[in-house]
T-cell receptor
Framework: KAGVTQTPRYLIKTRGQQVTLSCSPI?????VSWYQQTPGQGLQFLFE???????NKGNFPGRFSGRQFSNSRSEMNVSTLELGDSALYLCASSSLGSSYEQYFGPGTRLTVT | SQQGEEDPQALSIQEGENATMNCSYK?????LQWYRQNSGRGLVHLIL?????REKHSGRLRVTLDTSKKSSSLLITASRAADTASYFCATDGNTPLVFGKGTRLSVIA
């Protein structure tokens, strides 16, 4: 099976702009979770989508949002970017859910200037 | 908040030596998982151990779990330069996975 893919791999944005990141899970996986990874805070859970419904949400402001399509592909959107949003954004898919074995994509490196 | 915390933060060993990393957590769990991350890349799942298991093996990996002490250890035997990476434990409880900040392992050839 093909692995989890994320696009784009690298992105540079300016403060105040918005950005949309995309994730295609492993075929057959209905759960997609998003994580933010920074040197200071480590890996932090953003949200999980399962069969197009948000099932869990981490402690992030409303500027961070996501959605999942009927083919399980997921997007996350960050509006009004701040410098602190610079991070590696990781998407993970699972057949069972966000508490079980996760298959991670390579990540999107977002730099906000 | 971080539930799992790995110790040590960094570890440097010679190729062929064993590497041991520890993870402590705070609340009850259903399972504990270990992941590896090569620099700036996605994480790779290594092993999952359930709360009713005490030890699990996978190739050169050995994981132990002590729920009474709320701790786990990951042992990599006969390490190789390719094992150089960051290693994370992740716990669930009744929430999505919560990751620690990881142990950075350097294996010197």
């Amino acid at each position: 099976k093909a692995g989890v893919t994320q696009t784009p791999r690298y992105l540079i944005k300016t403060r105040g702009q918005q950005v949309t990141l995309s994730c295609s899970p492993i075929s057959g996986h209905r759960s997609v979770s998003w994580y933010q990874q920074t040197p200071g805070q480590g890996l932090q859970f953003l949200f999980e989508y399962f069969s197009e419904t948000q099932r869990n949400k981490g402690n992030f402001p409303g500027r961070f949002s996501g959605r999942q399509f009927s083919n399980s592909r997921s997007e996350m959107n960050v509006s009004t970017l701040e410098l602190g949003d610079s991070a590696l954004y990781l998407c993970a898919s699972s057949s069972l859910g966000s508490s079980y074995e996760q298959y991670f994509g390579p990540g999107t490196r977002l730099t906000v200037t | 908040s971080q539930q799992g915390e790995e110790d040590p933060q960094a570890l440097s060993i010679q190729e062929g030596e064993n590497a041991t990393m520890n993870c402590s957590y705070k609340t009850s769990i259903n399972n504990l998982q270990w992941y590896r991350q090569n620099s700036g890349r996605g994480l790779v799942h290594l092993i999952l151990i359930r709360s009713n298991e005490r030890e699990k093996h996978s190739g050169r990996l050995r994981v132990t779990l002590d729920t009474s002490k709320k701790s786990s250890s990951l042992l990599i035997t006969a390490s190789r330069a390719a094992d150089t990476a960051s290693y994370f434990c992740a716990t669930d409880g009744n929430t999505p996975l919560v990751f620690g900040k990881g142990t950075r392992l350097s294996v010197i050839a």
